[in-house]
């Protein structure tokens, strides 16, 4: 294994503190923002050490590519883009703060995902489809990276997939939007052109992102250690097991051990700097 460190502008001090905290024989540079540390090892500080440096890092196999991977799976809310999308949705009912406090207890693991967005869900009865359209336009930005990411991705030949525990109105946009080849969230119900409170059909909870992410996989003939994902939060958790390398964006602390790479500096396409 070899430690990968990345940031957007690296600086040499801080990359030249880490090689030596870790006792690194070389520094090789993999692309302009990243740089491979040869026979380094792990250290108690690396964390803070990278952070105090505004770096980011992550262990990776010796010789792995990016082309190596052939499935790309991410979550929407607060990774893909800078907002979890029932929050704003509830905004305009005056209850943000309420629903709020209900995604982040699902987010941090503290409460079952289903049971959470049954409940948020109901809070926003009645309120206009419009709303929808106000919180994708005016609300839903992207987060840095993403749409070099996506480019990348797609010049390596990946598959990619969009998966949220969010809506279909915000993932089919963005599939559009970005070029993913599949996407997969929840569908609000609407009668008469206001949300029932009600979702239709099967929840897209935890454990159905990690269904998606291997029906996927197994349709395209990939093994595990041929998958990416990337999340934020415990609703990630099942899916991140399930792929070979995991990419944790502003991670949730329930995620913060988990993950392969825990992006806290770089944008989302901090993830083309890993392989080179």
């Avoid at 792995?64 to 799976?73: A, I, M, P």
């Avoid at 070029?179 to 997969?184: E, L, P, R, T």
């Avoid at 197994?218 to 041929?226: I, K």
Wanted: hydrophobic share 45%; with cysteine; aromatic share 6%.
């Amino acid at each position: 294994m070899n430690l990968v460190v990345f940031a957007e502008d690296v600086d040499s001090l801080a990359l030249k503190n880490v090689a030596k905290l870790t006792g690194a024989h070389a520094i090789e540079q993999i692309t302009p923002r990243s740089f491979r540390l040869l026979a380094a090892q792990n250290h108690a500080e690396l964390a803070r050490t990278c952070s105090a440096g505004g770096l980011d890092y992550a262990w990776v196999p010796a010789g792995r590519r990016l082309k190596d991977f052939g499935l790309f799976v991410t979550d929407m809310d607060s990774t893909l883009i800078n907002i979890e999308c029932i929050d704003e949705i509830a905004d305009m009912q005056g209850l943000k703060a309420e629903v709020a406090a209900i995604t982040e207890a699902a987010m941090e693991g503290e409460i079952d995902f289903r049971e959470s967005l049954l409940r948020r869900v109901s809070l926003l009865a009645g309120l206009p489809e419009q709303a929808l359209e106000e919180v994708y336009t005016h609300r839903l930005q992207l987060n840095p990276g993403a749409e070099r990411l996506m480019k990348g991705l797609q010049r390596a030949g990946l598959n990619t997939v969009l998966v949220s525990g969010g809506f279909t109105y915000f993932t089919a946009r963005l599939k559009q939007r970005l070029g993913f080849d599949h996407a997969f969230a929840n569908e609000l119900e609407v009668i008469d052109g206001h949300l029932s409170g009600r979702i239709v059909g099967d929840i897209v909870d935890a454990a159905a992102k990690a269904t998606h992410l291997q029906r996927i996989r197994d349709q395209l003939g990939l093994q595990a250690h041929q998958v990416i994902a990337m999340g934020d939060g415990a609703n990630d958790i099942p899916m991140m097991n399930a792929a070979g390398f995991s990419v944790a964006f502003h991670p949730k602390p329930a995620l913060r051990e988990l993950a392969d790479c825990c992006i806290e500096h770089s944008g989302l396409d901090g993830v083309l700097d890993l392989f080179g």
